[in-house]
């Protein structure tokens, strides 16, 4: 069984950084894709920045292209979303997700594991 755990959520300023991390845990296909999500008070879950394992190519949201970068440490089994500039929209819950297939997506029914998510509040 897949376990994800994001960490490193919490309070920051509008113009500010934040890492988030996500330890995954369990068998999972090597040609997996782990990806970022968020959902925002009142909001659906979007997709944000996704990464494929095995190569490290990566794919982002038009709203995180230039501010977010998403990372994997193959070594720790850990994927990690650089936030910088950021907004008071990018206020969310920010979830961790993981596919078991080697073609990106930015649909949350494709993934078949979450973590609980972890808090980002943006204040002004």
């Known amino acids: 069984q897949v376990q994800l755990v994001e960490s490193g959520g919490g309070l920051v300023q509008a113009g500010g950084s934040l890492t988030l991390s996500c330890a995954a845990s369990?068998?999972?296909?090597?040609?997996?894709?782990l990806a970022w999500f968020r959902q925002g008070p009142g909001k659906e879950r979007e997709f944000v920045a996704a990464?494929?394992?095995?190569?490290?190519?990566?794919y982002y949201a038009d709203s995180a292209t230039g501010r977010f970068t998403i990372s994997r440490d193959n070594s720790k089994n850990t994927v990690t979303l650089q936030m910088s500039s950021l907004k008071l929209e990018d206020t969310a819950v920010y979830y961790c997700?993981?596919?078991?297939?080697?073609?990106?997506?930015?649909?949350?029914?494709?993934?078949?594991?979450w973590g609980q998510g972890t808090q980002v509040t943006v204040s002004s």
């Open positions: 369990g068998r999972a296909s090597n040609t997996k894709i």
């Open positions: 997700a993981l596919r078991n297939a080697p073609t990106m997506s930015r649909m949350r029914p494709e993934y078949d594991h």
């Open positions: 990464i494929r394992w095995s190569t490290g190519v990566t």
